[in-house]
């Protein structure tokens, strides 16, 4: 006869696992050790979170919070403090429940109160901590184009160091130490500071404006300039040399030509106001936690925001050229992702992406009876190269051609002449490219999603520095073969593709984006649902 078998509700479940675990610490003893009310309730508390109770396992069942002695004062009040100042890292302060903490702390009456505050204060922290290391929200669950794994630190660990270390001391290590994180959030408090004293004031009624023009609607785009900082005071009521200079160096902190022509396009940036800009720097330092990492003493750093591509040495900006990105249209957008550049390939082929293959190629090859796009070569399973004459093209659609398209080798090939690789499940890299006219555009989002650089061998020569006396000598050598190469890189180099809206340069200097692909949007969205809020600060 078969046995029922008795089943219990999950949450006793968790408490009965709880109980026995911390029984079982104690029965290893020689003298098994007394279970007070206060051991047990963090067991239970902590129960239902493996890394909480593996710290309080190991601690056995002490508390590092709500203990009578110093230290644990000074825990508490050092996370408190910190807790009340995370607004200053747009972090949402709300959530972590600070007046209900206290309250708590205040009316507690027994030691099986104790124990859940105790485990309350430690998930708490552990919150605090990862929001602010790593950010509060998990990229990919905002837009698919988010590919960054973000790196989470072990919870049990930090706690351990915690408990072990000055706490206030702790948490101010807790935030990203890269210098843009820091200068992000000295940007973010003067436009709150901007924005509590009323702002950059009236915005330019006017469509667009040119340098000899005069009049009210002038004064008010030199008023509007001034007061964000681009010019310093004057009375003067035309469109002069000054004003013409304070328009130039707005449209390059905005990515925009500078022309000193107030067109519509900068015009609209111009008007845009502190709460159109400070969403782009709350994404800005979210998107830093989320890349929360060594980033390579020397590495590659593309913003696609910005279209360009650089090589940063030592947080300096050695080599910086234009750089064309994915289209903005889905499957064509450009990936965010970190990766190690391996090699070059020099005089690269170009195996033509199924779905490019299919949807814009194989149409015109049907039609043409195989003549189109003589470029290409017709690739087997096997590797081989087939004869068009062979086919009978009549017989394929896009579900059933089995052939690959490749571009060997040329001075027309789509990758150019130097792709650069850093092998990824993008499949996304860097590559030269003959269409050389999209570089002067300013917005440049053109490609299939891979990035194409403007100085592909300025580029290639930068990389080869390290391990060649003679870099260009070196690349050329190879070039001149014609013959589809590999050099390898000796010293492998990370690389960063990120999409910054918002950033500032090494001496401080606030840039801003457009938001080509909606992903800060997005991100924004996110936040505000997480409880992080615009602030305006009153001095």
């Given at each position: 006869m078969m046995v029922p078998v008795l089943r219990m509700r999950p949450g006793i479940q968790l408490l009965a696992m709880a109980a026995a675990m911390m029984l079982s610490l104690f029965d290893a003893t020689p003298a098994r050790a007394q279970v007070t009310p206060f051991m047990q309730a963090v067991a239970e508390a902590a129960a239902g979170d493996p890394d909480i109770a593996a710290f309080y396992k190991a601690n056995r069942?002490?508390?590092?919070?709500?203990?009578?002695?110093?230290?644990?004062?000074?825990?508490?009040?050092?996370?408190?403090?910190?807790l009340k100042r995370a607004g200053d890292h747009a972090l949402p302060v709300a959530s972590y429940n600070i007046d209900l903490l206290q309250a708590n702390l205040r009316r507690v009456k027994s030691e099986r109160e104790l124990g859940r505050i105790e485990v309350e204060l430690s998930r708490t922290l552990l919150k605090y901590a990862r929001d602010l290391q790593t950010g509060i929200l998990t990229p990919r669950k905002i837009d698919r184009g988010i590919t960054r794994q973000v790196p989470l630190r072990d919870r049990t660990k930090l706690l351990t160091t915690f408990a072990n270390s000055n706490p206030a001391a702790f948490l101010r290590g807790l935030p990203p130490r890269a210098p843009e994180y820091a200068r992000l959030l000295k940007a973010k408090l003067l436009l709150e500071k901007k924005l509590g004293k009323g702002g950059w004031g009236p915005t330019v009624p006017a469509r667009a404006l040119k340098p000899g023009q005069a009049g009210p609607v002038v004064v008010a785009l030199r008023n509007r300039l001034i007061s964000m900082g681009y010019m310093r005071r004057s009375a003067s009521k035309s469109y002069d040399a000054a004003l013409q200079k304070a328009v130039q160096l707005?449209?390059?902190?905005?990515?925009?030509?500078?022309?000193?022509?107030?067109?519509?396009?900068?015009?609209?940036?111009?008007?845009?106001?502190?709460?159109?800009?400070?969403?782009?720097?709350?994404?800005?330092?979210?998107?830093?936690?989320?890349?929360?990492?060594?980033?390579?003493?020397?590495?590659?750093?593309?913003?696609?925001?910005d279209f360009t591509a650089a090589i940063v040495d030592n947080d300096e900006v050695t080599f910086r050229t234009r750089s064309v990105i994915g289209k903005n249209i889905p499957d064509q957008r450009s990936p965010e992702f970190s990766d190690v550049m391996e090699y070059m390939e020099i005089n690269p082929n170009w195996n033509v992406p199924h779905s490019i293959a299919v949807n814009e190629y194989l149409p015109r090859m049907i039609a043409a009876g195989g003549a189109a796009a003589g470029h290409l070569q017709l690739i087997d399973s096997r590797g081989r190269v087939v004869s068009r004459g062979a086919i009978d093209w009549s017989r394929?659609?896009?579900?059933?051609?089995?052939?690959?398209?490749r571009q060997p080798p040329s001075r027309g090939n789509a990758l150019g002449l130097v792709k650069f690789m850093f092998p990824n499940p993008n499949n996304v890299y860097l590559h030269d490219t003959p269409s050389k006219s999209l570089f002067s555009r300013e917005v440049r989002a053109f490609s299939h999603g891979c990035i194409r650089v403007k100085d592909p061998f300025d580029f290639a020569y930068e990389l080869l520095r390290p391990q060649s006396a003679d870099p260009k000598g070196l690349f050329h050598r190879v070039l001149n073969t014609g013959q589809n190469t590999q050099l390898p890189l000796e010293t492998q180099i990370p690389v960063h593709l990120v999409y910054r809206t918002a950033f500032t340069s090494p001496?401080?200097?606030?840039?801003?984006?457009?938001?080509?692909y909606g992903r800060d949007a997005k991100i924004f969205n996110a936040l505000l649902r997480a409880g992080v809020v615009l602030r305006a600060v009153r001095s």
């Open positions: 069942y002490k508390p590092i919070w709500i203990g009578k002695d110093s230290r644990d004062r000074a825990r508490r009040a050092a996370l408190l403090k910190a707005f449209q390059y902190d905005n990515g925009l030509t500078t022309d000193g022509v107030a067109g519509p396009g900068t015009m609209t940036e111009i008007n845009k106001q502190i709460e159109e800009r400070l969403p782009n720097i709350l994404v800005a330092i979210e998107r830093e936690r989320w890349m929360n990492i060594p980033r390579g003493k020397r590495h590659v750093w593309v913003n696609l925001t394929y659609t896009p579900g059933n051609f089995p052939f690959n398209l001496k401080g200097r606030l840039n801003f984006r457009r938001d080509i």
